[in-house]
């Protein structure tokens, strides 16, 4: 049994590295992932930043294709640096919620990850 199965919980970061304007991608193993005999799929991947001083999280996934967000590793801001923007079409993104303020997926929202800090690391669940 993998660590996943009997704690679900991933370690990202630490909490102090964490900064404004920064974000940090994770992906689940591909063994947890249900993915080892699968080579041609991704794992699903997610990514960690803070809004203001909270910790959220997201799977990097936009709703309306199912593509990951960014367009280049750690870029997922617009270019006023507002919202959250998926590089494929330009939806945007609440970064408190993830809803879906423009583009072709308006009223959806992104997939939230659980987030918690133990001992001053942050950890995320990936969705089962």
């Known amino acids: ?38 080579s041609d799929t991704l794992p699903p991947t997610g990514f960690v930043f803070l809004d ?37 079409h330009g939806a945007l993104f609440k970064p408190r919620d993830g809803e879906c303020i423009a583009g072709p997926c308006q009223g959806d929202a992104l997939t939230p990850l659980d987030i918690r800090v133990v001992e001053g690391v942050v950890e995320v669940k990936f969705p089962e």
Request: glycine share 6%; hydrophobic share 35%; with cysteine.
């Open 52 to 88: 203001g001083s909270t910790p959220r999280a997201y799977l990097n996934q936009c709703p309306h294709m199912g593509v990951e967000l960014n367009w280049k590793p750690g870029s997922f801001m617009d270019s006023d640096n507002l919202f959250l923007q998926c590089s494929t």
């Open 1 to 38: 049994m993998s660590d996943t199965q009997t704690n679900p919980w991933q370690a990202v970061c630490a909490r102090a590295d964490l900064k404004a304007g920064q974000f940090i991608e994770c992906s689940l193993p591909r063994a947890e992932a249900g993915l080892a005999t699968h």
